[in-house]
């Protein structure tokens, strides 16, 4: 079946690091990836996407690249900000028709320090 | 504002009580859906309508009961509440079934429901 894992947390971070949250996945075909931003208090919103292996997904200063080799969709920033401290998860999606919906991974939270 | 809303934002209730949660879309998308996130933030796909129609029923008791009057809208009937049942609640609506044309999931700003 279909999975994600994400790296677990919280990822503590002081202002303007970089970031990495890694995400693999396990899935038939050519699924479509997508990280999602869960701010406290709000539901998910999408933050970026990939639909093709090689392709990268970018949004406000995240950037994460779709590694079909490596099933990989790592999340990326070089430089985060207090305001970036949320929830950040992994999804994907099956390509195709039929009864399906996004697979989540278990979410990574990020605190970012002034 | 074209958004996704569920009401209510809270609930508190206590164990045996049936409840309802309402979410509306007003993106004119075709398919919504029900999860459940748990206190470690596990986000579990629970129900999906298209177009009116049930297309997603995961293992999910009975007591929980889907209902889509119209494509714009999806409600959450629980009966006989559990402990267990206290998670937050997202509704989300997606142009089609997958989400994996235009801008993916939209989700609702979730019910935090508490039985005690």
């Known amino acids: 079946g279909n999975s994600v894992t994400q790296m677990e947390g919280p990822v503590t971070l002081s202002e303007e690091a970089f970031l990495t949250i890694n995400c693999t996945y396990t899935?038939?075909?050519?699924?479509?990836l997508f990280w999602y931003v869960q701010y406290p208090g709000e539901g998910l919103q999408l933050l970026l996407k990939?639909?093709?292996?090689?392709d990268k997904g970018s949004n406000k200063g995240f950037e994460a690249t779709y590694r079909k080799e490596t099933t990989s969709f790592h999340l990326e920033k070089g430089s985060v900000q207090v305001s970036d401290s949320a929830v950040y998860f992994c999804?994907?999606?099956?390509?195709?028709?039929?009864?399906?919906?996004?697979?989540f991974g278990s979410g990574t939270r990020l605190q970012v320090q002034p | 504002d074209t958004a996704v809303s569920q009401t209510p934002k809270y609930l508190v209730t206590q164990m045996g009580n049936d409840k309802s949660i309402k979410c509306e879309q007003n993106?004119?998308?075709?398919?919504m859906y029900w999860y459940k996130q748990d206190s470690k933030k596990f986000l579990k796909i629970m129900f999906s309508?298209?177009?009116?129609?049930?297309?997603i029923n995961e293992t999910v008791p009975n007591r929980f009961s889907p209902k889509s009057p119209d494509k714009a809208h999806l409600n959450l009937h629980i009966n006989s509440l559990e402990l267990g049942d206290s998670a937050v609640y997202f509704c989300?609506?997606?142009?089609?079934?997958?989400?994996?044309?235009?801008?993916?999931?939209?989700f609702g700003s979730g019910t935090r429901l508490t039985v005690v």
């Open positions: 999804a994907l999606s099956r390509p195709g028709t039929g009864r399906r919906a996004l697979t």
């Open positions: 309508y298209n177009n009116k129609e049930l297309i």
């Open positions: 993106l004119g998308h075709d398919t």
């Open positions: 899935a038939t075909g050519y699924p479509s």
């Open positions: 989300a609506s997606s142009q089609d079934q997958q989400g994996a044309r235009g801008h993916g999931y939209t």
């Open positions: 990939a639909t093709k292996a090689d």
